[in-house]
């Protein structure tokens, strides 16, 4: 491996990791520079088993041991730091990795990631499940929190989804916390971001889905009743699950050209649930 022992918080060589729990500034920094961090060795393992290439890595020397083997199956960065073939491995002391990062490194080791280019919208359902097209795919529709994004591809790679797209407005699935709650599994389910919304909905219908908008209305038919119904259990079904924000759930027109629109049945007297916790019910229903 090739190892820096860094000294100093500002050597220029740690651009990619200063500041990590700036999350305004990593949501623009990450993406327009074509990076995401990784960050524990599970998901820097996850994330280089789905064929991502490091640009570095970042570790207290406690580490090293341990991250070894994952550091040797590393595939060479073509733009590593140093200018070599070689990913470089930095190291340093806790007080040194805090002035960093911006936290206490707990998890092992972080490693700065180049960004895979992201697949077409048709590319990603008519490819999936090996050629065979998409079944069952999720749209996230302006999720701003990432522990609910990562939350979301975790219960969509456990429960059988193919395909999960983000309106523009989404959270950064590759953003640092997504990635980690998600443990990894953000690697694991092909995605890809629209350029348009709702309007990209005419996409989803040209390949044969039906779009399904999980919302309070009052022609919503219950969620045991969709689940039943032949546009979910049908051999040919492609079904669509839209999930909204955080606060308002599904703008209204994303409702309005819906072919269906789904509710959970709730009881105790609380309406809703948390968009994390309604995707993996929605998902679990409707399984294939």
């Known amino acids: 491996m090739s190892l820096i022992r ?18 305004a500034l990593r949501s623009k920094h990450e993406p327009e520079k074509g ?27 406690k580490w090293l041991t341990s991250m070894g083997p994952v550091i040797a199956a590393a595939p060479a960065s073509g733009g590593a730091a140093d200018g070599g073939p070689d990913v470089p491995v930095f ?9 960093i990062t911006g936290f206490h490194l707990h998890r092992g080791a972080l490693a700065a990631m180049h960004r895979p280019p992201l697949a077409g919208v048709r590319e990603l359902l008519v490819g999936a499940r090996g050629g ?37 407005r989404c959270a950064d699935p590759l953003y640092r916390r997504s990635v980690r709650v998600s443990m990894g599994t953000v690697f694991q389910v092909p995605w890809t971001r629209l350029t348009t919304w709702p309007g990209a909905i005419e996409k989803l219908h040209q390949v044969g889905f039906t779009v399904a908008a999980l919302a309070l209305s009052d022609d919503s038919v219950s969620l045991d009743e969709f689940a039943a119904s032949p546009q979910v259990t049908a051999p040919d079904s492609r ?7 955080e606060g308002d759930g599904l703008a209204r027109a994303t409702v309005e050209v819906a072919d269906a629109v789904v509710r959970i049945p709730m009881a105790g007297g609380v309406d809703s649930l948390n968009v994390a916790a309604a995707s993996a019910v929605a998902f679990w229903a409707t399984r294939v």
Do not use: K, W
């Not at 060795?41 to 064929?51: D, F, H, M, P, T």
């Open 6 to 23: 860094i000294t100093d918080p500002h050597d220029d060589r740690l651009g990619d990791y200063l500041g990590l729990t700036d999350v």
């Open 35 to 61: 990076l995401y961090i990784a960050e524990s060795a599970n998901v820097i393992s996850r994330a280089l088993e789905a064929g991502h290439r490091p640009r570095s890595f970042l570790m207290a020397e």
């Open 91 to 99: 190291v340093a002391d806790e007080p040194v990795l805090r002035a």
């Open 132 to 168: 065979a097209g998409a079944r069952r795919v999720a749209i996230l529709e302006d999720i701003v929190d990432h522990t609910n994004v990562g939350a979301m591809f975790r219960s969509a790679a456990g429960l059988g989804v193919d395909a999960v797209l983000v309106t523009p």
């Open 239 to 245: 079904l669509a699950l839209v999930l909204g924000t």
